[in-house]
């Protein structure tokens, strides 16, 4: 086995690319959102490629955005991710599976319940991807007229999560013994009401399902405001973040560790990815051709549009030639607007040049040939920037096909990535032990 330190892989799937033009690319899949035959080919093509997860995105309400840029955006249609992970559990048999779902429109013990019945399916390779929600029109298809005020997100997420973890633990692990000649199915002892009662919820318990193979599917947290990160560092296995340099990644996880021991956790036991739009290409001016190619596809409207969601304020007012001005908070995405600011006042942007790297993809972004994609990953991991990367393909599946035909044999020959799965849960990829039963052990 190898002493290096290993890389660990996860793949941002939306449940395509995040690129808001991959779909526009030359010989991509453009149905590929809701093709199932298509999704099930990539998550084998990752499986091959020993990636960690699949994680898929996912979005309560169509972006708000201007019609004539929403009629662009291959974002109006995906499955929904309980429904596809398990069907992609199937055709693989090691690869994780992570979905996203909100802790602000959704119940605990659905969402419990959900999960849970995905670790029992996918034979132990279930995650979670907890979000708090940042579009203010998802909360129109809920029965609300506005969307609930940040701190209040996070407040009930952190509630939520302990729901979550205390109905995964109704049962120890032995609890079903289905003894057929005395017909006991299982043991009363070793079943737990929750019976919790807190500022946002109520809720009895048990759950109706036996504890997880994992004994709890891992918690994946995206936050990068300072409630999002407290929340990641008090219940999350797992930080996808968006660290523009090799300094932020160290800074965001001296913090993270931080936070973790302050609460009482090992900081060892968290996986840390930032995204990385990877582009291959067999030298690196053909990779930032290609880039410049797929940007080339962004419409105008879509990347104004992508702004204006990005800094929770309509971008259309502002001079498009000028420096972007001083923009007040909003009730959306903290991060999103923090980031959006930072790319401003670092590269100097006007109003249009930010809106046209953001309405491609505005984030951290690997060009170049296997080997110097590897060379910039590996300084990354060991620099103690991070644990992985998050990777993002621009287009599909040409992007992916030369990330795993020729990324992954050159960091498997450096002994960066694992030649194969050597566990079989998610946990076991991600190097992380399977909790206890916080009411049995």
């Known amino acids: 086995m190898s002493t290096s330190p290993q890389l660990h892989l996860n793949a941002f799937m939306r449940p395509v690319s995040i690129h808001t033009a991959w779909w526009r690319y030359p010989g991509s899949s453009a149905d590929a959102n809701f093709n199932l035959q298509h999704l099930v080919s990539f998550a084998q093509t990752l499986e091959r490629g020993c990636f960690d997860a699949f994680f898929m995105a996912d979005h309560l309400a169509v972006l708000n955005m201007p019609i004539d840029a929403l009629k662009r955006s291959a974002t109006v249609t995906s499955f929904d991710p309980i429904t596809l992970l398990p069907a992609l559990s199937m055709v693989t048999r090691h690869i994780g599976l992570i979905g996203t779902a909100s802790t602000t429109f959704e119940t605990p013990y659905l969402i419990a319940r959900r999960f849970a019945s995905l670790d029992h399916i996918s034979g132990g390779r279930a995650g979670w991807n907890l979000v708090t929600t940042s579009n203010p029109d998802a909360a129109l298809n809920f029965g609300m007229t506005e969307q609930m005020p940040h701190a209040d997100r996070y407040r009930r997420g952190r509630e939520f999560v302990d729901v979550v973890n205390g109905l995964w633990d109704s049962f120890a692990d032995d609890a079903f013994v289905q003894d057929q000649e005395s017909g006991i199915f ?10 919790h009662d807190g500022e946002f919820f109520s809720v009895r318990g048990p759950l109706n399902i036996a504890r997880s193979p994992q004994g709890r599917p891992v918690v994946v ?11 990641a560092a008090e219940t999350a296995d797992m930080i996808f973040t968006a660290a523009q340099t090799r300094d932020d990644g160290r800074a965001f996880r001296d913090d993270i560790h931080a936070r973790m021991s302050a609460y009482g956790r090992d900081p060892s036991q968290m996986r840390i990815l930032p995204a990385a739009l990877v582009v ?7 990779a930032h051709e290609r880039r410049a190619r797929l940007d080339s596809l962004v419409n105008t409207e879509s990347a104004m549009a992508a702004l204006s969601i990005a800094l929770g304020h309509d971008a259309s007012t502002f001079d498009p030639d000028q420096p972007l001005p001083d923009i007040p908070e909003s009730n959306q995405s903290k991060s999103g607007r923090e980031r959006a600011i930072s790319l401003a006042r670092r590269d100097s942007l006007t109003v249009r040049q930010l809106a046209q790297r953001l309405g491609g993809y505005g984030g951290f972004s690997i060009l170049g040939t296997p080997e110097t994609i590897a060379d910039e990953m590996e300084d990354w991991l060991t620099s103690g920037a991070c644990d992985g990367f998050t990777v993002m393909f621009p287009y599909l599946p040409a992007g992916l096909d030369d990330f795993v035909g020729k990324v992954v044999p050159e960091l498997q020959r450096r002994g960066l990535l694992r030649r194969r799965y050597e566990g079989t849960s998610l946990r076991d990829h991600l190097g992380l032990p399977r909790p206890g039963n916080q009411f049995f052990d």
């Open 186 to 195: 299982f043991d009363p002892e070793k079943m737990h009401v929750l019976n």
């Open 221 to 231: 947290q995206a936050g990068a405001s300072d409630p999002g990160r407290q929340l």
């Open 280 to 286: 291959v290409g067999d030298t690196v001016d053909e």
